[in-house]
Structure formats: C-alpha cells, structure tokens
C-alpha cells in the first residue's frame, strides 16, 4: 500500500496588503490555531513541480480549511482568478464515522451570516448519504465507510449562500478520491479449468492458461497476482512419480515438464493456488484437469494371420468371414480405427472387405459372382493401416498380413446371357431370313442348349432351337402397338438341354430403323373445276404412311399432260390447274408426287377433273353439258356401257350357282353316285405327308380288300396319297363313287423349321385334302366288286406293325408345341 505524501506548508499568494493578509487562522479538531496558507492558480502553478495538485492530500494531521472564493488583491487592476482546490483523499472502509474531511470558507463571512450548501453525487444524487457539510461552519464529513470497489471518487459542488438564499458566490468543485486497501481476495475465473495435450509432448509445451481476478485498485500492489501448483494427481492414480507440469507465476500459463505416455496416465489433476501483492497476499486455490491426448504410435495387427472360408458360385454373398486386428492406442479414437486392403490373390475384384467400425473386425464379402469352373479356390493377402498415419517410433514398424483361403462351392448354374437385354438395330423392311442376332447365351457346365422364343406377340422372329441364332420370319412394321419408342422387345428362353428345369430368360431390344418403304398417295383423286377460271384451280395434298424424314416435304410434278400445270405451294399442298381455256368436260390428269425419304419413292396418280361453266358462287350450272361432253379420258357414256357389262355378268354367275345347287338337291334325292350314301355321312379329311411310315414292307397297316380286276387299278391321282397294300407304288384302286381325272390342289412339301409353325402346315394340308377330289376317304365303306370268299389282307383290329418302334426317331414331336407334348411323350424311349 502506497503510503500518502507528507503534508508540505506552501507560501500564500503574496498581496499589496502584506504576507499576513493572505493567512487564515482555522480550528483543527484540537482545537489548536495553525496557519494554513491559500493556493491561487499562480501559486498553483509556481510549485507544480513539488506537489503537483493531483497528489495533493488532506489526511495531514488537522484538516485544512479553505477559502475557495478568496480573490486576489493588489494595487494594480488585476484580473478575478478562482482558486483551485486539491483534491481530498480518503481511506477507503473508514472506522470512524463520521470523519471530517475539509472545512470550506467565504470571504462573505465577516459582511453577515453565510450558509454552506453541499450537492451532487454521494449527496443529494445516487449514491445518497455518503456526504454532508454543516451549514454554518463549512465542514464536510462522511456519513459512512466508502468502498473504492463500487465508487472511487466524487466530484461535488460546495454553495456559499445568505440567509435569504441568495447566492453570495460562483458554486466550487470539490474532488474526493477513495484510496484502496487490499480487502478482496484474488478468485479463479472457473472453479475448474480443462486443458489437453498430446502424449509425448516436448517439455516446455504450452498446455494452457488460468486466470485470475482482483476487484482491488489494480494500479496497487493490493492486485497483483501470482500463481502456483500446489499439487498434482494421475489417473490412474499413484502413474505420475515426478512433476509433469509447471505454472508462469506472473501469466498463469501451464506448460508440460515431462513427456507423458497416454497408454500409461490418461489424465492429470492439478491444484492451483493464486495470491495477490506478488504472492504476498490474500489467497485462493483452483483446480486443473490435463487429458493426454492419444497420438497414433501403434501400429494394427491381423491375429492370427490365417483364415480360411467359403463362398457358394454365382451368387453376391454380403459376408463370408471376419478378420480380427489389435491396435494398442485409445479403443474408438481416430488413431485405433483401422482399414483393411486386399494386396493380392485378386486381380478380377471379385472380394471386397470393410471395417466394422465397431469391433475394428474386416468383413471379407463376395461383389462379383465367382466360377467354379475356372477357379475353385482363391487365395488372398490381407493387409490392415489405421486411417491416420504413424507418429514417432512406429513409423519403421512392418505391416501386418494375413493369408486368406476362399473356397468356391459348386452348383448347377442355369444358362447365361452375353448381354442381357440383347441390343440389335435392324431396318424395318429386313428381309426375311436375316440373321438378327446369334452367340447370345452360354452355359458353363454343358454346351448343350436349347433356345425358344418364349414372346414375340408380332411373330416377327425365329430362332433356331440348337445354335439360338435368331433371324426374321417377315418385314417389320414400325408402326404396330407392340413397338415402343421405335424398340420392338421379345423374350429368348434358353435352358440346359442335359438337366431338367435349369433356365433362363432374357430380352432382345431390336431398334427399328425407319426406312421408307411406302409411296406418297395423292389426294384428293376427283375435283371440279370451273372453265371461265373464276376458281384458283384443285388443292393437291399427299399421305405417307412413312414417318420423317421419309415423308414431307413432298414433290408435285405433272406426268404427261401439256395444257395442265401443278404448283407447289408449301412441303405438303400444291394447286393443280389448266394453262388454257378448257371446255367443259371430264378430264384425266396425272399427277406424280415424290418423298423425300432415301431412297426417294414417287408415285404415279390419276386425279378425274370435271370442268363446268360457274356461276357468280362457283357452282356449276350446266352439269349436263359436262357429263355429255366428248373429250380426253372415260367419258360418262362409256361408263355406263362398262357398269352394264358388269351387271350382266354378275346376274350370270347367280344364275350358275343356283342351277348347281339344284343338281346337288337332286343328286340327295334320287340316291347320288355312292350306293347307300345317308344325311348322317360324314366323312373326315386326309392328311397327305411326305412321310409315309413303315415303307413297303408295312402292309399290317392298311391292309384292305382290292380287286383282283387290274383293270380297275387306276393311276394315283396325287403323289402326296399314300400308296396301298397289294399295289405298286403310285397305283391305288379305283373308286366307284367318285370322278377321277380332276386337277389336285397343291399340297405343302416341307414340314416347317419351327415348331411353333406345325398348326399352320397341318391346317394347309387339311384344306388341301378337303378339296381334293381324287383322294378317297378310308373312314368310310368302300364298294368294290365281288371277288369271293377270303382275303390275303390281314385283319385290321389291330394296327401293331412289324417292324419295331425302336428303328424310329420321334424326337421331332418335341418341336411341334404344346398340343402334340402327349403325343411325344407317347413315343418318348426314355
């Protein structure tokens, strides 16, 4: 604590009247007379350098009195100075109170009675009551102990007044300063304070900072702090066998004197201790808590280092076994976390291996379908890192491996597609036959396939059934509901011919190309016209069932004609109309149109034109001239000649099948051509085949009763009729009840390629032999001439051949659908 400055006696102002004028006797609190001298601002000024007025003090041994309205006097006219007044210290937490401070005075006083008034803060402004002034003698006390904490000073202003209130001088200010005495403790600005720092850190390593706060005068010693460890504590406990950490005494700053291991002491706890007057003082303690850090300076390790697991063919297996690894730093911190690499054994990326990122475990897994075929068994070297890199000593630590064993299991695997969908781009006006697409499928375990077109609602494809080479049964039409944004989709089953129930299914996408393959039509194809060309002439557009760019804009030309003309007037109109006078009449004129499509398609287009005389409106008025009229072209004359002839042959044709259909009502009637021919006769038709089963030998088959008359042998009408027992090939006998000799139908010579075409070959045939009229139906009685008693035919209940099934291959039936599956399983050998 700064002692305050001795009172010093100061010379008074001197004056005209003498040195005595310019003294004041003053009662001190002994009630002994003392000389006090009165400081104007000259004087002021004078002695600054030896008590300058802001140290000034009045805790001499008597409080000064003062004259602060005193002025100066002279011989000369001089100018009215104030007196300035020093400030007043005071003590704060005072004991005794109240405690005068000052006594002030007026020069007033001997002219009568003067009256001290006392205001401002600590007075009659907040704080209140700290101060007063007697009235009648001018000294200021305190009412209280002042507290420099909450008011350090006081700026007042002193009244001097006359009974009636009437100010006898200029209001003085009064300066009061508080002193401080060192009576608050020095307190932590946290009860706790938290800091961090790496393991293994250099001593000398800042750590962190406390602080510390003194509410006293910090201008005095009563705040200045120092700081200081009192103790330390490890955790785990009784870790720490020296001090790890020191204090700045001045700062407060913590800094590391030891390098700490986190593996060994995790944490430290310090108690903190901080006075103020340099140590000297009050005191208060705190506390420090110290994490250490971890740092990565230890490196993983796969324990054990081998693993064996297994893993099924062709299928993605999300885990197939786990790999264990150990790291010696903090569990669940970033330096712990560890990432597994495969570094060999894996050259086509079919295994892939994540982190558990809780149990640190590598989780081997299957992202690519594995082959038994071509690979039973993997091998893998594991390697494992943490994510940060090494510090310190394990920077020269080997990496840790571990060899991994996979086993690939074996099953039966279905067919493959190369490509699926199977993209191909084919022009809509393919020709039939083309080859599509083929190579689509394989399978691993056989050659042996069998492909099928399970969907293709347009019956565009075909598919041969071993090589699934896939090829065009017709053009294409870009236009059908079934093709989508110009993609036409069908779906090939393929499946393993040597298991049962294993296959497949996959998409061929065929892109249509457009191509233009339809001429423009023109239209419209009749138009009137009218001759004193009050009309424009006939507006001409055309159709293309092509789409763009195959399509508009189109081309109107004339064909031939000479005295007509056609303009186009935009990519899809043109006007056609004559270059001279026409009389009224029909006229045929042609008019080509052309695409714009490549290659470009032009089409040839007659358009009938009538001309007439029109009226004001453009009607014709004399419509009868113009169908009379004689001029180039079908005139309405030769027209109806035309429809007549038609009529007449027309009116013919009914008259023929109505007298046929009367010789077959009579022909009912009168008992027909077959002897015993009923209503309820009816007969079924005759397939006719190439195949003719057992060959010549097989006569248990159809074995019948002939004529022995070889007169009555006829030749085959056909070549597709099956040759019958007993008879040279070619020859068959001859039946009563029919007409021989007239023209046979054609009959279909090769069975299909595809099975699904069976229905279709098997209806031709049948219409065919409906309409055959050589080919005699075996189903019903035949009427031959008697030849006796007995017969070298065998019986026919029974249609067992001789010769064994075993010599025939039935192995087509499969390929003719699902209809004749009972059939082929009929004659199935296995």
């Known amino acids: 604590m700064r002692s305050p400055l001795p009172f010093v006696p100061l010379p008074y102002p001197s004056s005209g009247k003498g040195a005595s004028s310019g003294m004041q006797t003053v009662k001190s609190r002994t009630n002994l007379p003392i000389k006090r001298p009165l400081l104007s601002s000259r004087s002021l000024e004078t002695i600054s350098q030896v008590w300058p007025s802001s140290q000034t003090q009045q805790h001499g041994p008597e409080p000064a009195v003062l004259y602060p309205w005193r002025q100066a006097r002279g011989g000369l006219a001089r100018i009215k100075r104030d007196w300035i007044i020093p400030p007043i210290r005071v003590l704060e937490n005072g004991k005794q109170v109240p405690e005068q401070l000052v006594q002030i005075k007026s020069d007033k006083v001997s002219t009568g009675q003067v009256i001290y008034r006392l205001e401002g803060p600590g007075v009659n402004q907040e704080p209140k009551d700290l101060f007063e002034i007697d009235e009648k003698t001018g000294w200021i006390n305190t009412k209280m102990p002042l507290d420099r904490e909450k008011y350090s000073s006081f700026t007042l202003k002193a009244f001097a007044l006359s009974p009636s209130g009437e100010r006898l001088e200029s209001p003085t200010t009064i300066e009061i300063y508080v002193l401080d005495q060192n009576d608050n403790r020095p307190n932590f600005t946290k009860p706790q304070f938290e800091g961090s720092v790496r393991e293994f850190a250099l001593p000398g390593t800042s750590v962190m900072r406390v602080k510390a706060e003194d509410k006293d005068d910090p201008m005095t010693d009563n ?40 593996e060994e002491i995790q944490a430290i706890s310090l108690t903190l201790q901080v006075a103020d007057m340099s140590g000297m003082g009050l005191t208060s303690t705190g506390h420090a808590i110290i994490n250490i850090t971890d740092i990565n300076n230890h490196g993983p390790k796969i324990l054990p280092d081998k693993y064996k697991f297994y893993a099924v063919e062709n299928a993605l297996t999300e885990a197939i076994g786990k790999v264990n690894a150990t790291d010696g730093d903090e569990q669940g911190g970033k330096n712990w976390e560890v990432q597994y690499h495969i570094s060999e054994g894996d050259p086509n990326a079919h295994f892939s291996i994540i982190t558990d990122p809780v149990t640190n475990q590598g989780i081997l897994s299957v992202i690519k379908p594995l082959d038994f075929e071509s690979s039973p068994e993997h091998e893998l070297v594991l390697t494992v890192s943490n994510l940060v890199p090494l510090e310190g000593m394990s920077l ?30 084919v022009p809509e006006s393919i020709v039939p036959g083309t080859v599509i697409a083929q190579n689509i499928a394989h399978d691993p375990d056989t050659t042996r396939l069998r492909f099928e077109i399970s969907h293709d609602p347009e019956r565009w494809l075909a598919i041969n059934h071993d090589t699934g080479v896939v090829t065009a049964r017709q053009a294409f039409n870009i236009r059908s509901r079934h093709v989508k944004d110009n993609i036409y989709r069908a779906r090939i089953k393929v499946s393993d011919a040597d298991t049962d129930g294993i296959s497949t299914t996959g998409t061929l996408e065929i892109s249509l190309i457009e191509t233009n393959d339809h001429s423009p039509q023109l239209f419209p194809l009749s138009a009137t016209m009218c001759s004193n060309r009050q009309t424009k002439g006939v507006l001409l557009t055309a159709t293309d069932e092509d789409m763009p760019p195959h399509s508009a804009p189109f081309t109107f030309t004339m064909f031939s004609e000479a005295n007509w003309t056609v303009m186009n007037i935009n990519e899809t109109h043109a006007i056609l109309e004559h270059l001279v006078d026409v009389e009224s009449g029909e006229f045929s004129v042609h008019v080509t149109v052309s695409d714009s499509g490549a290659p470009q398609l032009t089409s040839v287009n007659q358009i009938n034109v009538t001309v007439c005389p029109c009226d004001a409106d453009g009607e014709c008025k004399a419509i009868f001239d113009a169908i009379f009229a004689n001029r180039v072209g079908i005139s309405f004359i030769a027209l109806i000649v035309i429809m007549s002839c038609l009529t007449l042959l027309f009116l013919l044709l009914l008259l023929t099948v109505a007298v046929g259909a009367c010789k077959r009502h009579h022909m009912k009637k009168g008992g027909g051509l077959l002897i015993g021919v009923s209503d309820d006769d009816i007969r079924d038709n005759v397939f006719n085949y190439d195949e003719q089963g057992g060959g010549e030998e097989d006569e248990n088959v159809f074995n019948i009763d002939l004529l022995r008359n070889p007169s009555d042998i006829a030749p085959s009408p056909s070549p597709f009729a099956p040759p019958v027992s007993g008879f040279p090939r070619g020859r068959q006998p001859l039946r009563k009840d029919a007409p021989h000799n007239l023209p046979s139908p054609t009959y279909p010579r090769r069975p299909p390629a595809d099975p699904t075409d069976i229905e279709d070959f098997i209806n031709d045939g049948l219409e ?34 001789a010769s064994s099934d075993g010599d025939q291959d039935y192995d087509y039936l499969n390929d003719w659908g699902p209809r004749f599956k009972k059939l082929a399983n009929m004659y199935d050998p296995r």
């Open 768 to 801: 065919a032999a409906d309409n055959d009229p050589n080919v005699p139906p075996y189903d019903t009685a035949l009427i031959y001439d008697y030849e006796g008693d007995g017969s070298l035919a065998g019986s026919l209940s029974t249609l067992a051949s």
């Open 223 to 262: 705040a200045i702090l120092s700081y200081s460890i009192l103790k330390q504590e490890s955790f785990p406990p009784n870790k720490a066998e020296k001090n790890m950490f020191g204090i700045r005494e001045t700062t407060g700053e913590i800094y590391t004197l030891e390098g700490i291991d986190r």
């Open 396 to 425: 020269d630590s080997p990496i840790s491996t571990a060899t991994v064993t996979v086993v690939v299991l074996n099953e039966n695997e279905a067919p493959r597609f190369y490509v699926d969908p199977i993209p191909v781009k």
